[in-house]
């Protein structure tokens, strides 16, 4: 069964930082491309950031630089470190994987995990 469980979320005021975990089972995540999703209340889900499998990045503007996504293959489990957290930032944050072409297009992405919140206050 594959599955992908989000860790890490919580509440705290803006400037702050957050590090979420996503473990991965149940198929050989190295072999594809992950990313980390947002959707922030009355929004569209949004990409935020790509890994692939040598652990290569990309990001979107609005994040770049503030966050940072990383793996730990040892350990099946994928990290999104996000600093100078904003109001703005306050979403619902999802880890999905198995994405063969490494883009940010939710179609391309199979396995999603249940998502685990930010709230970021002012």
């Known amino acids: 069964q594959i599955q992908l469980v989000e860790s890490g979320g919580g509440s705290l005021q803006a400037g702050g930082s957050l590090r979420l975990s996503c473990k991965a089972s149940?198929?050989?995540?190295?072999?594809?491309?992950m990313g980390w999703f947002r959707q922030a209340p009355g929004k569209e889900r949004e990409g935020l950031a790509v890994i692939d499998s040598d652990g290569n990045t990309r990001y979107i503007d609005s994040v770049k630089g503030r966050f940072t996504t990383s793996k730990d293959d040892a350990k099946n489990t994928l990290y999104l470190q996000m600093n100078d957290l904003k109001p703005e930032d306050t979403a619902m944050y999802y880890c999905?994987?198995?994405?063969?072409?490494?883009?940010?297009?939710?179609?391309?992405?199979?396995?999603w995990g249940q998502g685990t919140q930010v709230t970021v206050s002012s």
């Open positions: 999905a994987g198995g994405n063969y072409y490494c883009d940010l297009r939710e179609a391309d992405f199979p396995y």
């Open positions: 149940g198929y050989t995540y190295t072999s594809y491309c």
